[in-house]
């Protein structure tokens, strides 16, 4: 396996070979507990929105020749706080992603909604990671499960978590690694019908828009940023769908 720098801080790792292992912890001295409770209570000040619940912490990642190893813990939001503060360990996230086609080629992305925590970033349906319960741990069938719950709950289409292929992982600048999925393709008024769903259902949906591109220079037509790593994967999907 051969990390690829293919954008800006954006790393690809190919192959679909990982394996998890759980450790302890980060042991973060008293006072930076206490720093990072007063950053924690500040963020939520600025965005009540905010809710400390579980999350995994990324803690190390090994590319190797077949396999990529992955060592992460358990933690709560709260814990991302300790980036704002100088001195502080630096503690990445674990994220997954759903690629979606439509059956004419194009891509699903949306557009983050004012409630959220990136609110007008355009992006794949995803989110973080979030811990199972007992000692499950963590698997590539449980990221294939988050990554369907994400999509159902963000864009209104259902997937079996088995119909998801790992398609790509991708190390970002901050450090935070991305588990990202193929979906079967659907017609893109299918799509746009299950989104229009969750818009009704949902007081506050994650996404307040949908689209969908057919290569990375129509994210240029959007009217909104992208997340760091969209032009990459969406060029990469044209590229390899192009050899198909």
Known sequence: MHPRELGPGVVVLDGVDVRFDEMPGPVVPREMLVAIDDAWDAAVRRDPFLFD???VLCRDVRPGAATLEVSWSRATYRYR???????APALSSIFVC?????????????RMSATTSS??????PGG???PTEGDGGVTLDSLRAHAATELAEEAGVTAEPGDLDL???VRRADLNLGFFFLAPALPAEVIREGHAAVV?????????EVSFVACAADLDTLGAPSVDYLEVLV??????????
């Open 128 to 130: 973080g990671l979030e």
């Open 53 to 55: 619940g579980p999350v």
């Open 200 to 208: 009704r259902r949902e007081s506050d949906p994650e996404f307040d």
């Open 167 to 169: 398609w790509a992982v």
């Open 98 to 110: 759903v690629v979606q086609p439509t059956t004419d080629g194009r891509l699903l992305v949306g």
């Open 119 to 124: 609110p007008g970033l355009v992006q794949f």
């Open 235 to 244: 060029e990469r999907f044209h590229r390899t769908a192009s050899r198909r």
């Open 81 to 87: 706080a300790v980036r704002t503060i100088p001195g």
